[in-house]
């Protein structure tokens, strides 16, 4: 079946760190990768997606590329701010696949400190 | 309210009672979802439906019954609420995808206490 793995967290940063949160998956085709993000109290929010190999997705600092010959799609951000504490979520769907759902990797806590 | 809401936002209920989560969008999407947000597991599907009277089990539907009778509403139900129930659940809505597009849309979540 379908999964994705992330690294453990919780991740501390100093602000303006340099952030990596590891993403890989494994998946019976070939899927669209999405980072979500959530903040305290709040439901989840898109943060980026790429649906195909070598596809680079960003948004608000954040870069994640999706590498289909090692199956990742890591997140990262030059200059981490407090702004950016949160939870982050990698997911995959398979759009071949009949169900098309959103599977999740189990997230990431990071904290930035000022 | 423009978007996706949950109510109740807290709810605090005894083994064996029966509780409604309710869910409403506004914008008319065909799909929408359940899932139960518990730590180290990530987010997992319970139910989902792809448009009014039509709904499908997910990863983790038991204990759970859920309905579809307006394409805005999507309330979950569990008959006979269990300790293992106590988590965060969050609905999710999206539209018939339009070049590959299937971002999801999140409410802002339900703690439920099972005690």
């Known amino acids: 079946g379908n999964s994705v793995t992330q690294m453990e967290g919780p991740v501390t940063l100093s602000e303006e760190a340099f952030l990596t949160i590891n993403c890989t998956y494994t998946a019976t085709g070939y899927p669209s990768l999405f980072w979500y993000v959530q903040y305290p109290g709040e439901g989840l929010q898109l943060l980026l997606k790429?649906?195909?190999?070598?596809d680079k997705g960003s948004n608000k600092g954040f870069e994640a590329t999706y590498r289909k010959e090692t199956t990742s799609f890591h997140l990262e951000k030059g200059s981490v701010q407090v702004s950016d504490s949160a939870v982050y979520f990698c997911a995959l769907i398979l759009i071949s696949g009949s169900a098309r759902q959103l599977t999740f990797g189990s997230g990431t806590q990071l904290t930035v400190l000022p | 309210d423009a978007g996706i809401t949950q109510s109740p936002r807290y709810k605090i209920t005894e083994t064996g009672r029966q509780v409604t989560l309710m869910c409403h969008q506004t914008w008319s999407h065909s799909y929408m979802f359940w899932y139960r947000q518990d730590l180290g597991h990530g987010l997992r599907l319970i139910y989902y439906s792809a448009a009014a009277d039509i709904t499908d089990k997910g990863e983790v539907p038991d204990g759970y019954v859920v309905s579809r009778s307006k394409t805005e509403n999507f309330p979950l139900t569990l008959e006979s609420a269990t300790r293992s129930q106590t988590s965060v659940y969050f609905c999710?809505?999206?539209?018939?995808?339009?070049?590959?597009?299937?971002?999801?849309?999140f409410g802002p979540g339900t703690r439920l206490t099972v005690t």
């Open positions: 999710a809505s999206r539209g018939a995808p339009a070049g590959g597009d299937y971002e999801q849309y």
């Open positions: 790429a649906t195909k190999a070598d």
